[in-house]
């Protein structure tokens, strides 16, 4: 059983930085993949970043590069978010997904992830 649990949003302006946490539960958890995605009010889910386990490699929505980063701690089976210069525009419901299956359709899809977390709610203010 397995459990994804995310934390480290709040109410921040523009400009400011978050990081963002995610916590695996389970005791052999061991992902393929892991990633965040955001989904803002009146709008679809949409690909932040993602992270395969086994070799580190990352990647970045067009919109995050540069701004935020993605990486893990093995020993914790967690996996963070920097969120630097943040902008209104990433004002967000942030989800941390989690796949244990192996997949050669890439990392942005939301289908290829079979573990979720419950969001957790970054609001930026100008």
């Known amino acids: 059983q397995v459990q994804l649990v995310e934390s480290g949003g709040g109410l921040v302006q523009a400009g400011d930085s978050l990081r963002l946490s995610c916590a695996a539960s389970?005791?052999?958890?061991?992902?393929?993949?892991m990633a965040w995605f955001r989904q803002a009010p009146g709008k679809e889910r949409e690909f932040v970043s993602a992270?395969?386990?086994?070799?580190?490699?990352?990647s970045y929505a067009n919109s995050v590069k540069g701004r935020f980063t993605i990486s893990r701690d093995n020993a914790n089976n967690t996996v963070y978010l920097q969120m630097n210069s943040l902008k209104l525009d990433d004002t967000a419901i942030y989800y941390c997904?989690?796949?244990?299956?192996?997949?050669?359709?890439?990392?942005?899809?939301?289908?290829?992830?079979?573990?979720w977390g419950q969001g957790t709610q970054i609001t930026v203010s100008s």
């Open positions: 389970g005791r052999t958890f061991r992902p393929y993949r």
């Open positions: 992270l395969n386990w086994s070799g580190g490699s990352t």
């Open positions: 997904a989690a796949s244990t299956l192996w997949s050669s359709y890439g990392s942005s899809l939301s289908s290829l992830y079979n573990y």
